[in-house]
């Protein structure tokens, strides 16, 4: 299997882009197939060396490492090559028309009912006319000559496709100026990189047809496609590189970790339950291409906020320590163990930890009689502490005391952490000792 994923550098990634480059990336993994990133970069007008960089970049940040990286730049002669191919075999035509005619042309013919398609004017001028329009400063612009009849391909989303060649026009592949459309530069890298499998967003299924007469023409076998359904925003509007839309730094700098990002982008509108994965293996072995839905499928910030604390709750102190390390967070197994449960994003470690070191912020009161203080500060068993040591302590206020329930606990907690809610006690009362613990009971 060799996949490709092929963005033009002329934006950040969103999570849309993401969704496209995880899905390839994913089968090729689980394949043990080969990745590959191709940077359509023919439009040098908006492409950028920083675009190249960010994708390459927030790539990495998904856990992505290409095996082969080329741009669409450095390949313009076998560009060239092929058009001329096309030229030789009578598949690839000049026109002149300007914008302006064929926007003219194609309201005629839908004020006339009928489909706005290229009439293929061009295909009748002579060598004379050609001249004369040349002489007259018009430089042409190349189009494909489709063959009449269907194109079928067994998309892998979206199962038996077929295009009536009739409803389209022939596609420009080249530009008045002589540069490329995306078009043939695909075709042509596809073909030259033996790509078996092009997974790609279903904007481009009106390409396919135009695409695989092009590899034919090319006396290229087409590689399998699939096209799976977009991102929209909740409300339903498409992401845009151009907007910086839910870009991938823009997630990553929120604070959101990759895996998070990378389990929604891949599982939300499909058979799968939208749910946290522990690494890339096991998402790749949810990819199923055939149960990815046809509608578009609804990004949901908040559905990214709590899979993102759900994915936080379950972490490993393995999973957790690497990631804690490259923030530069605070970090400690038993810390980690404690307060995991308690956070929606990474960087909330650190106000645990200021708790834990330092004890309530403010000077809430802790709604403790002098006779539960007393109590408690005598009641403290000596150090080791454990896990355990919570349960010991607060038995041995309740004997002493009377008290139970939220009064024995609200009052602890609020002395020791200064907040109404926050990890289980049991967790925390090792972490901050014996001497700290008496502290903050007299300090209260
Ligand atoms: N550069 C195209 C895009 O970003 C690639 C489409 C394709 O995968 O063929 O949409």
Avoid at 157 to 162: E, K, L
Avoid at 374 to 397: C, D, G, H, Y
Wanted: aromatic residues 6%; charged residues 25%.
């Amino acid at each position: 299997m060799i996949v490709r994923f092929a963005p033009s550098p002329t934006g950040y990634l969103h999570i849309g882009n993401a969704r496209t480059a995880l899905l390839n990336a994913l089968l090729a993994r689980r394949a043990g197939g080969r990745f590959i990133l191709r940077l359509d970069d023919t439009d040098q007008e908006r492409s950028r060396a920083e675009y190249a960089a960010a994708i390459r970049e927030d790539l990495a940040w998904l856990g992505l490492a290409p095996d082969q990286e080329f741009r669409q730049s450095d390949r313009m002669a076998a560009y060239e090559a092929a058009a001329q191919r096309l030229r030789d075999a009578g598949r690839l035509y000049a026109c002149y028309e300007t914008a302006d005619e064929l926007e003219r042309r194609r309201k005629r013919q839908l004020a006339r009912g009928l489909p706005p398609v290229y009439d293929r004017a061009a295909l009748k001028l002579t060598d004379a006319e050609k001249a004369d329009l040349e002489a007259q400063g018009r430089r042409p612009h190349w189009r494909f000559l489709l063959e009449p009849g269907v194109v079928t391909w067994t998309d892998l989303v979206r199962g038996d496709s077929r295009v009536e060649s009739g409803s389209l026009s022939d596609p420009v592949l080249i530009r008045e100026d002589g540069s490329f459309l995306y078009t043939l530069p695909s075709v042509v890298d596809d073909a030259g990189m033996g790509v078996t499998h092009v997974v790609r967003g279903e904007d481009h299924v009106t390409n396919t047809a135009a695409q695989i007469q092009i590899f034919e023409a090319l006396g290229a076998a087409p590689p399998l496609f699939g096209h799976h359904n977009l991102l929209t925003t909740a409300s339903g509007e498409g992401l845009s590189k151009r907007l910086g839309h839910l870009s991938l730094r823009g997630l990553r700098d929120s604070g959101l970790e990759p895996m998070a990002v990378a389990a929604l982008a891949v599982l939300v509108g499909t058979a799968e339950a939208v749910r946290p994965v522990a690494d890339l293996d096991a998402l790749a072995a949810l990819v199923d291409l055939s149960g990815i839905s046809r509608a578009p499928a609804k990004f949901d910030e908040n559905e990214l906020a709590s899979l993102n604390a759900r994915l936080l709750h379950d972490m490993s102190w393995a999973d957790a320590a690497p990631r804690l390390a490259a923030l530069g967070l605070p970090a400690s197994e038993p810390l980690w163990l404690a307060v995991r449960g308690n956070i929606s994003r990474l960087a909330e470690v650190t106000d645990w930890a200021r708790v834990i070191a330092s004890g309530p912020d403010g000077t809430a009161d802790p709604g403790m009689t002098d006779a539960f203080r007393v109590a408690a500060a005598s009641a403290l068993p000596a150090e080791p502490w454990s896990t355990e040591t919570w349960k010991q302590w607060t038995s041995a206020i309740r004997d002493q005391t009377g008290a139970k329930g939220k009064a024995l606990f609200m009052p602890l907690r609020l002395a020791l952490t200064g907040r109404e809610h926050g990890p289980e006690l049991a967790a925390l009362l090792p972490l901050i000792g014996r001497a700290e613990t008496l502290r903050r009971l007299g300090g209260a």
